[in-house]
């Protein structure tokens, strides 16, 4: 995780007795909660409450995608997300990828197969996830 | 007590390999500098 982290990110720890402001600023009234924020201070991905590691660990990656298809960068975003449905395979972080996956491709491309293969995807997995009902419109 | 990123930190061994920042507005030009996102950690754990 440390090499994810450091490789990949700026990490930045926040007090919330240290750093009010900060809370008020980006919004925040409960810990832990982790941000994935741009390089202008724009929210990009919310981790709210405990997770067991590996859901954390699968969020943590789902934001950094997220991060890249901000920044259009769509095809490292499919990658990232591509690489959560297959590394967190058993956590929710997986059927939010696998449709984010799909976005991407399709902004890659502007390709509508794009999305309609993400639609049939979620007919073997994650079929009963939101993310499968949200990809239901694609296929 | 936070629990996520510290306790996954400290479950894998690897809190001393992180090294935080503090400074929100100096993370952000270091985030434009090196072209990576910021993570930021809200915590009520001890520090």
């Given at each position: 995780m440390s090499t994810f982290i450091s490789t990949n990110l700026i990490p930045v720890r926040l007090h919330v007795k240290k750093h009010p402001e900060a809370m008020e600023r980006f919004g925040v009234n409960w810990t832990p909660t982790v941000l994935i924020v741009d390089s202008d201070g724009k929210e990009q991905h919310r981790i709210e409450g405990f997770l067991p590691v590996d859901d954390f660990l699968g969020q943590l990656q789902l934001g950094f995608g997220h991060a890249q298809l901000g920044k259009k960068n769509f095809a490292d975003a499919e990658r990232q997300f591509r690489d959560v449905v297959e590394r967190?395979?058993?956590?929710?972080a997986a059927a939010e990828a696998m449709y984010w996956a799909g976005v991407s491709r399709y902004k890659a491309t502007n390709d509508a197969s794009a999305l309609k293969a993400t639609a049939q995807a979620f007919k073997d997995r994650y079929k009963d996830s939101i993310w499968a009902k949200k990809a239901s419109i694609w296929g | 007590m936070h629990a996520s990123l510290l306790e996954v930190a400290m479950a894998t061994q690897v809190e001393t390999a992180i090294q935080f920042n503090e400074d929100v507005d100096q993370a952000l030009k270091e985030s434009k500098k090196a072209g990576k996102p910021l993570l930021l950690d809200f915590t009520a754990a001890p520090m």
């Open positions: 967190f395979s058993g956590t929710d | -």
